[in-house]
């Protein structure tokens, strides 16, 4: 299934065009740093670090756009980066944990979106919340430095 997902004639365009190859990977980095970095913001301010008087449902209601806009940008251009050598990356076990990681990291960011109209009625932010924002920074980091690593353990990307 990846292998003709591999060869189909727009992915093999995509791989053979630098500029164009070039291109899609700009915009995923810069989308990946603008989606991750707008979650990582509220994260922060459920810590107490950032944004300290502000409400977290104001702060969220800001970011949300901003968050889903650069996802999707990370998704299209992700499915892109893989399509180029989906048969080799789906194989190897670098890449299939970084999915992992970055299933578990939105599933945390989807938790905190849920809990903030409670947190924010709370008359201090709750320790279960500051955990959740601390596990959501963790997994969203582990998910960039998998991601880094993946060329340097399989030679792919």
């Known amino acids: 299934m990846w292998e003709a997902l591999q060869h189909t004639g ?30 990582v913001l509220m994260d922060l301010r ?3 670090v950032a944004y300290r008087n502000q409400a ?3 702060l969220a209601e800001q970011l949300r756009p901003w968050t889903w806009i650069g996802f999707g940008a990370v998704a299209v251009s992700g499915f892109l980066l893989f399509a180029v ?3 080799d990356f789906a194989a190897v ?3 299939r944990l970084k999915m992992l990681v970055i ?3 939105v599933v945390s960011a989807l938790a905190i979106e849920w809990s903030l109209p409670k947190w924010d009625r709370a008359p201090v932010v709750p320790v279960t919340a500051r ?20 060329p340097a353990l399989t030679g792919l990307g």
């Open 46 to 48: 459920i810590l107490g």
């Open 10 to 39: 727009w992915v093999t365009t995509l791989a053979t065009s630098r500029w164009l190859y070039g291109l899609v990977s700009v915009v995923h980095y810069s989308a990946v740093f603008f989606c991750v970095g707008t979650i």
């Open 131 to 150: 955990v959740v924002a601390l596990i959501s920074i963790l997994l969203w980091l582990g998910a960039i430095l998998v991601s880094v690593e993946i």
């Open 56 to 58: 977290l449902s104001v």
């Open 93 to 95: 076990t670098p890449f």
């Open 85 to 87: 050598e989906a048969g």
């Open 103 to 105: 299933v578990l990291a």
